[in-house]
């Protein structure tokens, strides 16, 4: 039983935020008249020292304490005597930890705002510096038209703003404090718990009890967040390692976040965004794990929610380590502009414009411009050449409405060029979105 019943090892993680909420309780006792205020003073400095105590050397794990709460009570009564006693009074374990828990995990929703805003900027900068670098876009993996790489990157620009919308979403609805809530039906002292929940930084208590100390909504909803984030980044780490493949060559990552091979020399291996792709089926298992814990649990508070902290560490030492690898990955990856470029004019990413040319200056239906797109393709296929390389002669054989003017949508810079409209690739387009988001990071000209 003291083993399965122990929770220190991991959630002595939530002392400072035990301690802080420790503080704002004792306070409001004092200030209610619940303990004197000599005493009020007393617990204070003691709680004051033992966070002093447990920043310098840690935490101690005595099992027998069971859990954080009953650790730093038990040293509080170490430092001042029997009068820790009262710090619990108007209080229980259950709202205790329901807000401790909810503080840490407002923490880390702050903390995975600021690592994504990080990741924002990286991708903002090096967008800038490849708003005309011309690359394939791909649908199946598929050559389809040409983008530019500005544009490819700040398609993870939008996917980091809606992470970070996710996770400022989640810190709203958990920014309200259970701590007065006590075991489950509240307490006959008269306590004042929008007193504590603004000593806190909480936009005011929670309004049921029983809600209160059984609510684990804060913790999915980050989880939630945190895995669609994985998600993402998974993504990117994908595309890198493709473009790192010799076959692609589409860029060099930095030597200090790849590896070599045991036994063939050549490799280079790009470990760290391998890991981040791999990381991404832990942080989402996190989540299926607390679901699992919390779907059939009735009013009010069970000890299986004992076992609903550990995911959420886990997925957010992950998740800040994934974020970190990324940010550092996009900073210093050598992007070979001159393969990308090649390889959109090497896949007929144009095929596309030439049919858009049929209709506008031709007259021709979309359908039939299709067809006779998809017959210079296959003429260019047997050629070996790209579609701006035919001769008009063997275009104008395919269809006697195309002039020479349509060489002049053909080549990849017109392509790109085309698409103006707003989200679109177009240099231009780019170079906008671009100045929308250093805005909104408030980003300096030269950062």
């Known amino acids: ?35 004197s205020h000599e005493d009020a003073a007393a617990i204070d400095g003691g ?42 009074t108007a209080r229980s374990r259950n709202d205790q930890v329901a807000t401790d828990f909810k503080l840490w995990v ?13 990741l924002q900027g990286a991708l903002v900068i090096r967008a800038g510096e490849h708003a005309d670098s011309i690359m394939p876009g791909f649908t199946h993996l598929q050559t389809a038209q040409p983008v530019t790489l ?4 700040l398609a993870y620009y939008e996917m980091a703003a809606r992470d970070r919308s996710r996770f400022a979403a989640a810190r709203v609805r958990l920014n309200r404090c259970p701590l007065g809530s006590a075991a489950l039906a509240g307490t006959g002292f008269p306590i004042d718990r929008d007193a504590t929940a603004k000593a806190l930084g909480f936009d005011g208590p929670t309004a049921n009890s029983l ?20 998600l993402h980044l998974s993504r990117l780490a994908e595309e890198l390692i493709l473009w790192a493949s010799q076959p692609f060559g ?74 970190a690898a990324m940010t550092a990955m996009i900073a210093a990856t050598t992007f070979r502009t001159d393969r990308m470029r090649g390889a959109a004019e090497a896949g007929y990413a144009t095929a596309t414009d030439l049919a858009d040319w049929l209709v506008r200056a ?39 409405r195309i002039d020479a003017q349509v060489f002049d949508a053909l080549s990849v810079e017109a392509s790109v060029a085309a698409r103006a409209s707003y989200g679109g690739t177009a240099p231009d387009a780019v170079r906008a979105r671009i100045a929308e988001a250093r805005a909104a990071l408030r980003m300096s000209g030269d950062a």
């Open 1 to 35: 039983m003291r083993e399965i019943n122990a929770s220190i090892p991991f959630d002595k993680a939530l002392w400072r935020h035990d301690i802080a909420a420790s503080r704002a309780h004792v306070a409001m006792l004092g200030a209610q008249g619940i303990v």
């Open 47 to 88: 709680l004051a020292a033992i966070a002093a105590e447990f920043e310098a050397g840690g935490v101690p794990e005595d099992w027998d304490l069971e859990d954080i709460h009953m650790t730093v009570e038990s040293r509080l009564a170490a430092l001042i005597g029997p009068v820790a006693g009262r710090l619990h």
């Open 106 to 118: 407002r923490d880390a929703c702050d903390q995975a705002d600021a690592a994504l805003a990080a």
């Open 150 to 153: 500005g544009h490819h990157l």
């Open 211 to 230: 809600d209160s100390v059984s609510d684990r909504d804060f913790a999915l909803d980050y989880l939630s967040a945190a895995a669609q984030c994985a």
């Open 250 to 323: 589409f860029v060099i990552l930095p030597d200090d976040l790849s590896t070599g091979s045991s036994i063939m020399p050549q490799k280079k291996n790009p470990d760290a965004a391998e890991l981040v792709r791999g990381h991404s089926g832990r942080i989402a298992g996190c989540l299926m794990s607390l679901m699992m814990t919390m779907k059939g649990l009735p009013l009010a508070y069970s000890k299986d929610m004992q076992d609903d902290k550990p995911p959420v560490f886990e997925a957010a030492g992950l998740l800040s380590l994934s974020l």
């Open 362 to 400: 031709g007259g021709l239906p979309f359908r039939e411009a299709h067809h006779v797109t998809g017959a210079a393709v296959k003429l260019a296929e047997t050629r070996g050449v790209a579609l701006d390389k035919l001769p008009l002669a063997d275009l104008q054989a395919l269809d006697a």
